[in-house]
């Protein structure tokens, strides 16, 4: 069983920065994928930025460049640092973990476990 619980998320203007915290506890294996992934209102969950044991990483193209996904050397806490923001990134933010492979990495319906999210919303 994997715990997440996620911090980070507050108001802030258009093209500001946040860092979001994923704290991971439990037993996360040794082969895994970590993820965040957002939900607006209306819209379906989608995957932002995902990260798997090897360290490799992958964006939705939405993000890359802006997004960046780190984990302590530890792996006990997923970071994501969101650089140029824009108020169509306003959404729950969920840090999620799977441990199937052969799956899409971006998938939000791959993911096994979920945290409780946290807001993050963007002015213009």
């Known amino acids: 069983q994997v715990q997440l619980v996620e911090s980070g998320g507050r108001s802030v203007q258009a093209r500001g920065s946040l860092r979001l915290s994923c704290q991971v506890s439990?037993?996360?294996?040794?082969?895994?994928?970590l993820a965040w992934c957002r939900q607006a209102p209306g819209n379906e969950r989608e995957g932002v930025a995902v990260i798997d044991s090897d360290g490799d990483t992958t964006y939705t193209d939405c993000v890359k460049g802006r997004f960046t996904l780190s984990q302590d050397n530890r792996k006990n806490n997923l970071y994501l640092r969101m650089n140029t923001l824009r108020p169509e990134d306003t959404a729950m933010y969920y840090c999620a973990a799977d441990y199937r492979l052969g799956l899409p990495r971006l998938w939000a319906g791959r993911f096994s476990y979920w945290g409780q999210g946290t807001q993050v919303t963007i002015s213009s």
């Open positions: 439990g037993s996360i294996g040794s082969t895994y994928l």
